[in-house]
């Protein structure tokens, strides 16, 4: 008597995608791994099968009451991943933009009028307030968040806001970063290796909640010095590793990443071919962002260097009240392109695959496959290059985390 192998049980279901983008290394066609005419099943958040919708019915069994999501020939990618914001903040900066663009220029002091405001404000605001922020990164179909605290800049307030951001009730994954080196606060200005020193004996107590640890490395924020101190730190206590890194000025914090191993390397704008070689061969993603540089008529990374070098490159919105305050992950991809001079290809992994490396997530979130997180967007077009070229609108029909619909 023959027996037939038990088939995988699903109780979800994505169908009648005219464009299944997996932005997997292991499926489809071209860059993104597209399967046309493509679907995909999943069991309890995770996704089980994917392939074309043609033979889903007879790779896995159905359970009787699962969810069957019709795309209606539209393009599907995975959730998006934005892997760097400074989410939880108080405080407007409205004023100080527009003084910018009066003739003032951008530098790192504007930070402390967030702090004051982030230090006033009781937890119950800024719990609403980085929710509400929450809300509409999903709108958008952003499903994983990575958050970094740096408004504080005192242990107490450091603290409250990393509990903060890991308490928050919402469907988007949040990935913790502790960032207490985000800029020395005014009372420490003439002996700033107190203030590092202050950072470097927090770390211990962070690090079982927070995942990674960043530094802003550049004049006017950490020396090389301070920043390989606290990063050392952060690295014995088992943290994970991000450097902001040459954004102002080139001070070296790209080949730190490279030396330390960092997950990502942030910013990069000022960066050399050196830089971009360092960071491909230690396998530390480029994390560029373009809002960033728009929004303060500063350079754009030098995204074509660092991909020809070798390095992988993600993209984010640098959500953040000074530089760059937007949730609109999609708006990065149209200005990867025609800014960093990034093809839509690249450019739409680095908000999916390569940005889900840039938080240690990769194959569990920013691709369609089996063992990733069942998190996708439903577009409002037929093909993702609508992300490059329908600029400036939210084009996320549908969005889900873990298989439930959040938008
Ligand atoms: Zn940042």
């Known amino acids: 008597v023959a027996t037939t192998a038990k088939l995988p049980r699903a109780d979800f279901l994505l169908t009648n995608a005219g464009r299944l ?21 999943a069991a309890e958040g995770e996704i089980i099968w994917v392939g074309q919708e043609h033979y889903l019915r007879g790779s896995v069994e159905i359970a009787p009451d699962a969810v069957e999501i019709d795309a209606g020939g539209g393009a599907v990618l995975p959730g998006f991943v934005d892997c760097h914001t400074h989410l939880v903040f108080a405080g407007d900066r409205s004023e100080e933009f527009a ?46 968040v990575e958050a970094k605290t740096g408004y504080g800049l005192t242990p107490h307030n450091e603290r409250r806001l990393l509990e903060i951001a890991c308490g928050l009730d919402h469907p988007v994954e949040l990935v913790p970063t502790y960032m207490g080196a985000h800029v020395i606060p005014e009372q420490y200005a003439e002996e700033p290796d107190e203030y590092v020193a202050m950072v470097s004996e927090q770390i211990p107590d962070v690090a079982g909640q927070a995942e990674f640890c960043d530094v802003w490395c550049d004049r006017g924020a950490f020396t090389l010095e301070q920043s390989r101190r606290i990063l050392e730190g952060a690295r014995e206590a088992g943290m994970k590793l991000k450097v902001h890194a040459e954004q102002f000025k080139r001070t070296g914090g790209a080949q730190l990443a490279a030396e330390l191993k960092a997950t990502s390397a942030d910013h990069l704008e000022h960066a050399t071919w050196e830089d971009a070689q360092a960071l491909a061969e230690a396998g530390v993603v ?8 728009l929004m303060t008529a500063s350079p754009f990374a030098p995204a074509r260097m660092l991909i020809e070098r ?21 708006l990065m991809v149209a200005l990867a392109c025609i800014h960093l001079k990034m093809t839509p290809e690249e450019a739409i992994l680095g908000i999916t695959r390569h940005a889900a490396a840039a938080v240690a997530r990769e194959g569990k979130a920013g691709s369609l496959e089996p063992g990733a997180a069942a998190d996708l967007v439903v577009l409002h077009e037929t093909t993702e290059l609508a992300l490059a070229y329908h600029y400036g609108v939210n084009l996320a029909a549908r969005v889900f985390k873990r298989g439930d619909e959040i938008v």
Do not use: H, K, M, W
């Open 21 to 41: 983008v997996t932005c997997s290394r292991g499926f489809g066609e071209g860059l993104l791994g597209v399967i046309e005419y493509g679907a995909f099943a």
């Open 99 to 144: 003084a910018r663009l009066r003739g003032s220029p951008y530098s790192a002091g504007g930070v402390a009028a967030t702090v004051s405001a982030t230090r006033a404000a009781d937890d119950d605001e800024l719990r609403a307030l980085a929710l509400q922020r929450l809300e509409r990164f999903a709108s958008f179909g952003v499903t994983t």
């Open 286 to 293: 480029a994390v560029l962002l373009p809002g960033a540089s």
């Open 310 to 330: 070798g390095a992988r490159v993600a993209l984010s919105t640098d959500f953040n009240p000074g530089s760059s305050y937007t949730e609109n992950l999609q």
